[in-house]
């Protein structure tokens, strides 16, 4: 084994203690036609052969440096400054780990409390959690959250247009459980209001993303009303981008929001790891799913953080947690708080206005083909 520093008088003395000349002799139980002899691999390539290798095949890639990419869903090509990843691969965050006794991580606690607040003032909600796994897992964690809070409903509504596989990852969520799911007419590729009004009546939540899958504006305000006069929770799916140009959900009257965080400084990474984040309003805080941050002050009046609420997370309560999740994405969460913060909420604003510039470019030269032709006049 040349990759196991071992001296010939290393092997020698070993070879003497266990009383043998040989390490063949130690194979000689296996008979002689099993035994394949001396493999037919080449000789390893150098260091420079092999990086020149490497680079030859890595030509053939198709590279979003090289040429755009349209395949959205959830996972975008965004300017990411340097500086995020430069700062979140540093040994002292990429390394870290928050036991269960957290409080001795007090660093990687107080980046978790601040990408909390970060998120509370994206979403316009009260309270946020550590992050989820990603969208898909945030969006079925909210219909859990409902269910527990609608305990006699049995009905999820979706709203609109939501991301397929979204939709096909609540399924499984809730493939156990008698939960009806589901969806209601589009109109013009949003929601159709008269519709959710009716199968609002009697559902858990309303589950509704903005902007939708179809790249269309929804009413959050007119849905969220309807749903909360049908007594049901409002959850919102967002893009948290789009929260630099639109409405809050929260000022929109959302009971939970959710989403993608992949584009807050994140790479697409062929689809992965990301985050996903959940935030709520303070009446369903301890429904929450994961891991919740809290600040206070220590016996000398010193700032602490602190993991709190912990009666709902499954190491306590197994299986009358809130959720299984008992984890988070600390890393990639982090990386969206440092993206925020380098841009600022100038910047933020900025980056909003310029990606709704380069879609409504993009419409425009689009529909100026010949045979092409929108598919609805909602904004987007």
Do not use: W
């Amino acid at each position: 084994m040349e990759y196991i520093a071992n001296t010939d008088q290393d092997r020698e003395l070993m070879l003497r203690d266990i009383g043998v000349q040989s390490f063949e002799e130690l194979l000689q139980d296996i008979p002689a036609g099993l035994k394949t002899g001396p493999l037919k691999i080449a000789e390893g390539l150098s260091e420079l052969e092999l990086l020149s290798d490497i680079k030859r095949i890595g030509q053939q890639n198709k590279h979003t440096d090289r040429q755009p990419c349209f395949l959205g869903a959830g996972v975008y090509d965004h300017y990411i400054p340097p500086v995020v990843n430069h700062l979140a691969t540093r040994g002292e965050f990429i390394t870290a780990y928050t036991p269960y006794q957290g409080e001795a991580s007090q660093g990687t606690l107080q980046t978790i409390y601040e990408y909390q607040s970060m998120i509370c003032m994206l979403t316009g909600m009260d309270v946020s959690n550590a992050s989820m796994y990603d969208g898909a897992s945030a969006v079925a964690e909210a219909a859990l959250l409902a269910l527990r809070h609608q305990t006699q409903k049995k009905k999820i509504v979706i709203g609109g247009y939501l991301h397929p596989e979204y939709l096909e990852t609540l399924k499984t969520h809730l493939s156990n459980m008698e939960v009806q799911i589901v969806r209601t007419a589009l109109s013009e590729g949003v929601t159709d209001l008269s519709d959710l009004k009716k199968q609002a009546a009697d559902a858990a939540c309303v589950i509704v993303q903005q902007p939708n899958f179809l790249g269309c504006i929804e009413d959050l305000e007119s849905i969220f009303l309807a749903a909360r006069e049908a007594g049901a929770v409002s959850v919102a799916c967002v893009n948290p981008l789009a929260m630099s140009v639109l409405k809050s959900p929260g000022d929109c009257g959302a009971d939970v929001v959710v989403g993608e965080g992949q584009p807050l400084g994140n790479a697409m990474s062929y689809g992965g790891p990301h985050f996903g984040f959940f935030a709520v309003k303070k009446p369903f805080m301890r429904k929450l799913p994961g891991r919740i941050v809290g600040r206070t002050v220590d016996h000398d009046a010193n700032e602490a953080f602190v993991l709190t609420l912990q009666a709902r997370e499954q190491h306590i309560r197994r299986e009358k947690a809130t959720s299984n999740i008992c984890t988070n994405h600390a890393l990639c969460a982090l990386k969206s708080l440092i993206f925020c913060t380098v841009l600022g909420p100038h910047g933020f604003r900025k980056m909003g206005a310029l990606n709704v510039q380069n879609a409504h470019a993009a419409f425009e030269g689009l529909t100026a083909l010949e045979g092409v032709k929108a598919f609805s006049e909602q904004s987007f």
